[in-house]
């Protein structure tokens, strides 16, 4: 069966993009940037830093700022047209790119495989990932956490088919997990940072030793040969603020939280297990990507294979 690009992206989302979409505003000029950005991370320090409107403006350019609350919904605006840049993790660019999304990898951050698990309740009489065979695990489907499954119960000897998954976006999956509706929950930070702080989520399995758990920024084929210049100062202004929050953690900690509803001593977890550090992807990186669309592609979730080194940017900052 052929899966479209809005259907597949639909059934990752659990959600329709229409009324989002039409919230978004429209190019007002050739000399702008789009920028999607989603609720924590790197570009929500840069966006109320306004460090970046600041050196745009240097080269003409302006910056429109678009919320989503996940990967897929992101890149599906870009497939659109509706956003010029983001970042997402590993997963969502490999799911949108077998859709026929134009999309291209520009930079990313170093690993950070603290920065997802997989979470049992503190009295779980679940000890390791082989314990979950037979059991009901939430995840949200095509977010870097399903690879993670996806090797952890690998490593543990078991397969994809040997537990349940119950795909979830992370709010519904935190009741589904407190209220027992589920046996474990694979998440990242900082909502997994938020379920240790609260309700004393035990880590089964982190990605250490396991998986990358990268994060890329992403743009168009069409912008990146039409705005190069504007690219390259945006990947500067990220590679700005990382430094920043890398030598600042406890304060960007304390700036997020407004901004994410989690208090800043729980972000300031978070961002020790994050990776800062803006860079081209390298061969190792792009190899590291093309095994989880191949993984996929095994397991069925995506519909033919696809190749990452196609959708790389190639020179830039």
């Known amino acids: 069966m052929l899966i479209t690009r809005r259907s597949l992206t639909a059934a990752l989302a659990g959600t329709t993009l229409l009324p989002l979409l039409g919230t978004l505003p429209a190019r007002a000029a050739d000399k702008v940037i789009r920028v999607g950005y989603q609720k924590y991370g790197t570009l929500v320090l840069l966006k109320g830093k306004g460090i970046l409107e600041e050196k745009l403006e240097a080269i003409g350019y302006t910056v429109e700022w678009s919320e989503f609350p996940a990967g897929p919904q992101l890149l599906e605006a870009l497939n659109v047209g509706a956003v010029d840049f983001g970042s997402t993790g590993e997963t969502p660019p490999i799911f949108a790119q077998a859709a026929g999304a134009p999309l291209v990898y520009v930079a990313h ?3 950070a495989p603290r920065g997802e698990a997989i979470l049992v309740p503190a009295d779980s009489p679940i000890k ?7 059991k009901n695990v939430a995840l949200n489907k095509g977010s870097n956490v399903h690879f993670l499954l996806v090797k952890a119960l690998e490593d543990a000897g ?3 088919t040997d537990i349940k998954t119950s795909f979830l976006p992370p709010a519904d999956a935190r009741a589904a997990f407190e209220q027992g509706a589920v046996d474990a929950w694979v998440i990242w930070d900082p ?8 309700i004393g989520a035990r ?3 982190n990605g250490e030793n396991l998986v990358p758990n990268h994060q890329f920024y992403l743009s168009t084929k069409t912008f990146v040969d039409a705005h190069a210049e504007a690219l390259d100062v945006t990947i500067a202004a990220i590679g700005e603020i990382d430094q920043w929050a890398k030598a600042n953690t406890a304060t960007a900690a304390q ?3 407004p901004i994410v509803g989690i208090p800043g001593d729980v972000l300031a977890i978070a961002l020790e297990r994050q990776s800062f550090g803006v860079t081209p992807l390298s061969e190792a990186v792009v190899a590291q990507q093309q ?3 191949d993984t996929f592609h095994t397991l069925g ?3 033919a294979p696809i190749v990452i080194a196609d959708n790389v940017r190639k020179g830039g900052a």
């Open 109 to 111: 951050e170093p690993p």
């Open 158 to 160: 078991l397969a994809y």
């Open 203 to 205: 880590t089964l399995r």
């Open 291 to 293: 095994a989880i669309a």
């Open 301 to 303: 979730l995506i519909p």
């Open 128 to 134: 390791t990932v082989a314990d979950l065979k037979g």
């Open 191 to 198: 909502f997994q940072a938020a379920a240790e702080a609260a």
């Open 255 to 257: 700036e997020l939280a």
